[in-house]
């Protein structure tokens, strides 16, 4: 199972097993709220016409991609994370995606609240009273603009002299990791000194702040060098973040682009105020916390998804850093306040729980009969051409009702990729399959092979008889109610059974 689950890169988004735990479950709805690449399976799947299929994707920039749009659209239900995706996919499709809603994520308000009493709360991690600590929450990734960040400190240091000896940038990220180097950029704009990390000791599990001491030093609790920069699998809690965040006196969120940006959220519950830039979703959840703006100073073209990202003003976030910090401590803790009631009122589980609950609420199921129980549908298809066939366009739209099977496709992006593969006689090979696009092709190098109509006729085949092996396996399980003599993956054996085998309420 090892070697068949390592063949396909996308096997690690559910594909590999989701048409097993379909028949095994029956699903009246399936909802996924992840990107694009992780959910584009489920719309080919071999049981999509039996289940309600509700997405919330993740949308950073735009414009979308046509094939992540065209993904959309085909679902029963789309969410967003923030009215800024729900405003470029309802535009971009001209109004043929009708966003359901948009429960954004919520802040955890009983882990993440305003310390009571910041200077004690400073002190007990060493901490002098007139510090001035201008934090962030990011992964050391690509499109968060760490070095832009240093770079505009420093030069917020070099025009602001007297703030020079009590105001610190924070970090709270991981190296190494998939982004930059650290500590290359600390260096180079001389930070050494005004730059403090988050370390968590792997030993005893405390955390602490500190000057770069490298991926790894001695935990200042235990002393043994087993202390961390924290990362995706080893972090701090909830918990501890919101101690770390009320360390801050304010919060910047620094990146080309954002599908949320949760960080932001969970420093506004800690009543820290908020600089973001002005593009994307950090723009629409920065409106309901009341942050300040930098503006998009210019943008580029993202060659991988085709999509324009913000390059934001480092200039402006050096003054308004620096502005900020000489604000009256009454101000700060005003704006901070401000931020706290927009999270309160926008950000909470109750109200994202509430939106999908109105969605469910609405859906009629419909009885098995009509769907997971109902005749199998095996496509004979067919190896002959009719003479009649003119072009690669007629061939298609034949092919795609004549031997996959699928007439209501003949207008889908397979449709449009194989007749292009066709009329270039090139298709990229890479990651995935024919329901991939390849506008990655440049960066990650994917080959381009030859491609016939004897190849168009296999790939149409091949996923025809995807498909009719599913419907035999559901017919079969049908007639006997059990899988005993249909072949099973181990862990499904696991499961409890379902008493219930029925969808409508007794």
Known sequence: ??????????YQFGEWRFDDICLDFRPDVVIDIRDWWMIEYQQRAAFRKFYKWAIMPTVDSHPQQEQYLATYMDADAVFTYSE??????????????????????????????????????RELFGFVDD?????????????????????????????????QSNTYLYLH???????????????????????????????????????FQGAKTSCQKCGKINAVLPNTSQGLTTEELGAVMNWFDIYVQYSVCEGFGMPQVEAAACGVPLITVKYSAMESVGEKLKAEFIEPKSFFWDSPTHSERAIPDDEQLSKKIAEFVRLPRSMKSKKGMDCYIGAKRNYTWDRAAAIWEDYLDK?????????????????????QIPDNIQNNNDFISWAIQNVWGQSDKTNSYVAMRLLRDLN???????????????????DNQMSRQDFSVEDAMN????????????????????????????????????VKPDINTTNLAD
């Open 1 to 10: 199972e090892a070697d068949a689950y390592a063949a396909n890169q996308t």
């Open 84 to 121: 800024y995706g729900r405003d470029v996919l309802e535009n971009e499709t001209n109004g043929h995606i009708k966003v359901e809603g948009v429960p954004s994520p919520g802040a955890n308000f009983d882990a993440l609240k305003p310390h009571p009493n910041k200077k004690q709360h």
């Open 131 to 163: 510090v001035n600590i201008i934090g962030t929450v990011m992964r050391n990734q690509r499109r968060k603009l760490y070095p832009n960040l240093i770079s505009s400190f420093r030069n917020m240091l070099d025009n602001n002299p007297d703030l």
């Open 173 to 211: 990220t991981s190296y190494p990791d998939l982004g930059w180097d650290l500590p290359y950029f600390i260096k180079k704009y001389n930070m050494g000194s005004h730059t403090i990390l988050t370390y968590k000791c792997l030993s005893c599990g405390s955390f602490f702040p500190s000057f």
């Open 363 to 383: 859906i009629e199921p419909e009885s098995h009969e009509e769907t997971w129980e109902s005749k199998p549908e095996i496509h004979r298809y067919t190896n």
């Open 424 to 442: 270039d006689g090139k298709a990229p090979q890479g990651l995935g399959s024919i329901h991939y696009d390849d506008n990655s092709f440049a």
């Open 459 to 494: 790939t149409l085949a091949n996923m025809c008889d995807y498909n009719n092996s599913w419907e035999e396996k559901r017919a079969q399980l049908s007639q006997s109610n059990d899988w005993s003599s249909i072949p099973r993956p181990y862990f499904l054996s696991l």
